[in-house]
């Protein structure tokens, strides 16, 4: 598997994807900045006038719910991108936090207009759920994966992937991947990612990157995102506490670690377990 994952990142540095990204305001320079870090490219086009036409030329599309003022252009983007057969991937933001954002989502799934689902425990279980789930953008503790219930939680999120037909990527300090059938369990990271705005963002970001380049192997490409994003935790962590430095510094160090990260380190650094 982790020769995989590595040639799933020399394949992306190689076909250099653009990723056309719908994507929150907050976040939105970090998540340009480590789609290139990864050998993307990016564009954050917001109009529902361009949408579609945008996401023509690009080979990934990244959907994030912190853009809900942008509902029209994610539809007719996604639309246009499984039309052509590009990877949508999906950032449910606070997804159980209000109407609205719940409604767009399950309006994407039901649509079948979703390829991957990137979120954390609570936002994933909101979408499965279909009702009220949280109240922000942070999981809540009951529903984080533990080691005590990671088989539970890889049942449930299962079930959910086989439903919805997409891969989905549950993020945390234990990340859980799947595509209904394979599960993925990958530990490692650093903690610092909790004390910076966007580091979910940036995965999201992230795995469209991987998804555009290898849209055939979206299990493996997604996988690779999580891969990377625990490692490169791990390295820029390292880095800061030897610098002294605080969490800004952090959020910097993340992103040059992607783009420096070769295929040999992510197969040294990473964890991974196949359910």
């Known amino acids: 598997m982790t020769d995989k994952l590595g040639q799933i990142l020399q394949h992306t540095a190689e076909v250099r994807p653009m990723v056309h990204s719908i994507t929150n305001n907050v976040t939105i320079n970090d998540c340009a900045n480590i789609i290139l870090a990864a ?4 564009i954050m086009a917001q109009d529902e006038r361009e949408a579609a036409e945008i996401t023509a030329h690009s080979d990934a599309l990244v959907l994030n719910m912190g ?6 252009a994610m539809l007719l983007a996604a639309r246009e991108a499984k039309r052509l057969g590009h990877p949508v991937v999906l950032d449910p933001v606070a997804a159980g936090a209000s109407h609205l954002r719940g409604e767009m989502c399950s309006r994407l799934l039901a649509d ?6 990137r979120g954390n425990a609570s936002e994933i279980r909101a979408l499965a759920a279909g009702e ?3 109240s922000g953008v942070e999981a809540n503790a009951l529903d984080r994966v533990t080691e005590d219930n990671l088989a539970e939680s890889a049942a449930w999120l299962a079930a959910f992937s086989r439903k919805t037909n997409a891969v989905v990527l549950l993020s945390g300090a234990i990340d859980l991947i799947t595509d209904g ?4 369990v990958l530990r490692g990271g650093s903690a610092l990612m909790g004390r910076i705005t966007g580091a979910g963002c940036m995965l999201t970001s992230l795995t469209a990157v991987y998804c555009g380049a290898n849209p055939n192997t979206l299990f493996e490409a997604v996988t690779a995102a999580s891969g990377v994003m625990k490692v490169c935790g791990t390295l820029a962590e390292r880095r800061v506490r030897e610098e002294m430095e605080g969490t800004a510094s952090f959020r910097t160090r993340l992103i040059d670690a992607v783009s420096l990260l ?3 380190q992510l197969a040294e650094g990473l964890r991974i377990q196949l359910l």
């Not at 853009?67 to 029209?72: D, I, N």
């Open 181 to 184: 059938t394979r599960t993925a």
């Open 132 to 134: 009220e789930h949280t």
């Open 39 to 42: 050998g993307g490219t990016a």
């Open 67 to 72: 853009a809900l003022r942008a509902q029209e």
């Open 112 to 117: 079948g207009l979703v390829s991957v689902i």
């Open 262 to 264: 070769t295929a040999e």
